[in-house]
């Protein structure tokens, strides 16, 4: 699950700050054209607002030092995030919503609460939605096997399947047995593969064939080809198109009235659109890529969208009727039924800290969606970079401590030392296996720099069990030595390995 995330002194002295902020935002990001960015709220309209856009920290923070803010146009730039949106819930309604930055390095346009974003991978929840309401009318079954329902294309039968038939169920769970992790999207001059032809990797799709080969039911495993099978379920039972289907079913019912799943986006939504920007900060070729595996990637929304989506389902979950799902099929939504995940959201926490999340990630665009099931609170960030994620997280604790809610918290680390001679050793130029992929490490001071390829810069600090940590995103390294103590490579836990060049 995705990891969740003090005031200035003089009004002068934040005006300052702000103006500067917005320059290096500019500089950093911006290669032509004005950039135009909304200042912060005054801090007399809201003192808490003030506090969260002035006290953006990292997740991981070290023990023993006090947790210190800065401004958030500086994290933006810290991490080239053009633009970002945040919607907060509190006391059962929409307390506040910002744009920060712009939508667009070249044009400059500034983010406002009404600027699409891609939603990426909360399109999930979403969908899962417009499945269960299929369930309540008795079009669907959630334990009933899919294969009946669907027409021109059936998940192909094999030995798992014989025995062991996916249902509805082990779909929204990620517990089908289904490939496919997630999928990289299409350049908008592309050709763009049809349903069918992503889910038997075929044509033009870009990604292998979605295929059963796991026993359903005993493993939970994240499958975005999951998803796609959902959407064309839907289509099938319906006989609608996908996007069509959770407007009728979700999207109007919950008043999400930016927000749709239509790839590619209509060009009377375009100018409404944020562009996707690559690690560097530059844009992504053609602004955006397109995802016609839309269940799985394809929503365009709005923080304050997903903010009344998750008004709809508190609201529910308290027993109230009138709202996309019933109090018992919400109820069913929000228990876990395998990896920390039920029919459609993760869920975490119990008692006051429990709450339904889910996170987003396609090319160019982070998002963060986090809701509380009690106290109509919650908190939601879209941004339009690919170094979003780590924001959107800052950003979220941020709330979370400004308005005193039980979680999340950040994450305390204990770092160590190590002598500047040793830093040295390690220094050095680096290529990963099995990618053409050069990383540059210098010894700074205390800690380690590592350039990943020209895009990606590590600062990495010795911790007290003997690996390397950076700060903002949490990559743990531990260094490799041959039997003369001489250092041969690096392995990040959970990633890569990287060979010192010439070793």
């Known amino acids: 699950m995705d990891a969740m995330i003090q005031s200035l002194s003089s009004p002068r002295s934040r005006s300052r700050l702000h103006s500067f902020l917005v320059a290096l935002l500019a500089t950093l990001l911006v290669a032509a054209g004005s950039v135009t960015c909304r200042p912060p709220a005054p801090p007399e309209e809201d003192p808490r607002i003030a506090a969260v856009e002035a006290g953006i920290s990292r997740a991981l923070q070290v023990q023993g030092r006090e947790v210190e803010g800065v401004p958030i146009l500086e994290r933006m730039a810290h991490y080239r995030v053009p633009g970002a949106s945040v919607a907060v819930l509190d006391g059962g309604r929409i307390a506040w919503a910002r744009g920060y930055g712009v939508a667009d390095v070249g ?72 490939t496919v992790h997630g999928f990289p999207g299409y350049a908008v001059t592309a050709e763009i593969p049809s349903t069918v032809e992503v889910l038997d990797g075929a044509g033009p799709a870009n990604t292998v064939p979605v295929r059963v080969d796991t026993i359903p039911g005993s493993l939970w495993r994240y499958s975005g080809g999951g998803y796609t099978v959902l959407q064309k379920l839907l289509e099938d039972v319906t006989g609608k198109p996908f996007p069509q289907v959770v407007r009728d079913l979700v999207l109007d019912p919950a008043g999400m009235t930016l927000s749709g799943y239509e790839q590619p986006l209509p060009p009377d939504r375009a100018g409404h659109a944020a562009t996707g920007h ?100 919650g908190v939601f960030v879209m941004t339009n970079g690919d170094g979003g994620s780590a924001l959107a997280q800052e950003i ?83 260094v490799e030595r041959d039997a003369g103590g001489g250092v041969i490579a690096f392995q990040v836990l959970g990633g890569p390995r990287a060979v010192r060049a010439g070793g």
């Open 278 to 377: 690559l690690q560097d900060g530059q844009a992504v070729e053609g602004r955006w890529h397109v995802y016609p595996e839309m269940a799985a990637a394809g929503l365009w929304t709005t923080p304050t969208d997903l903010a009344k989506l998750a008004l709809d389902v508190q609201a529910s979950a308290r027993g109230e009727r009138g709202g996309v799902l019933s109090p018992e099929m919400t109820q069913a939504q929000l228990t876990p039924v395998m990896g920390g995940y039920g029919l459609g959201f993760g869920v975490q926490g119990e008692g006051a800290e429990a709450r339904f999340v889910h996170g987003g990630s396609n090319h160019g665009f982070k998002a963060q969606f986090l809701a509380f099931r009690e106290g109509g609170r």
């Open 107 to 178: 044009a400059g346009d500034p983010v406002t609460p009404e600027t699409l974003f891609q939603a990426a991978s909360i399109s999930k929840p979403v969908a899962a939605m417009a499945a269960l309401k299929l369930v309540e009318q008795g079009v669907l079954d959630l334990d009933a096997p899919v294969n009946p329902y669907l027409r021109d294309w059936k998940i192909p039968e094999n030995a798992v399947t014989r025995e062991h038939p996916v249902t509805l169920k082990h779909i929204l769970t990620h517990s089908g047995g289904l």
């Open 396 to 478: 979220a604790l941020a709330v979370a401590r400004e308005y005193g809610w039980p979680a999340p918290a950040y994450q305390e680390v204990v770092l160590g030392e190590v002598a500047p001679e040793i830093l040295q050793e390690i220094a050095g130029v680096y290529r990963v296996e099995g990618q053409d992929l050069e990383v540059r490490v210098e010894a700074r001071g205390d800690h380690l720099r590592a350039d990943v390829g020209g895009t990606m810069v590590l600062e990495l600090y010795p911790t007290a069990d003997g690996l390397f940590l950076d700060l903002d995103d949490g990559t743990r390294i531990r």
